[in-house]
């Protein structure tokens, strides 16, 4: 059984910010890469950012330079910290973990999302 639990999404007007937090708990014996996805009504799910676990990051063309990933492997826990939002932003955002488990090297899990909303 593995379980993440989303926190942190909430109403911003635009140009403020907003740190979401993810922690993964259950059967897993390690974490091969965490991060961040949204989805918004008729599109599909997009990858904001992640970071495996040897440090290596991804971001979204859209987000660069304005949000950042981050993680505390002790606490099995990633962040993301989402600065100077725009309406573009709104949307739900699903944790997920590539974890290792005693079935399989790799699977993914994922959260039940945070909405997160930009007022212009």
């Known amino acids: 059984q593995v379980q993440l639990v989303e926190s942190g999404g909430g109403l911003v007007q635009a140009g403020g910010s907003l740190r979401l937090s993810c922690v993964a708990s259950?059967?897993?014996?390690?974490?091969?890469?965490m991060g961040w996805y949204r989805q918004v009504p008729g599109n599909q799910r997009e990858l904001v950012a992640d970071?495996?676990?040897?440090?290596?990051?991804n971001y979204a063309e859209s987000v660069k330079g304005r949000f950042t990933v981050s993680r505390d492997s002790a606490k099995n826990t990633v962040y993301l910290q989402m600065n100077s939002l725009k309406s573009e932003d709104t949307a739900v955002y699903y944790c997920f973990a590539d974890l290792r488990t005693r079935v399989a090297s790799r699977g993914d899990y994922w959260g039940r999302g945070t909405q997160v909303t930009v007022s212009s």
């Open positions: 259950g059967r897993f014996y390690g974490i091969n890469a």
């Open positions: 970071i495996s676990s040897g440090g290596s990051i």
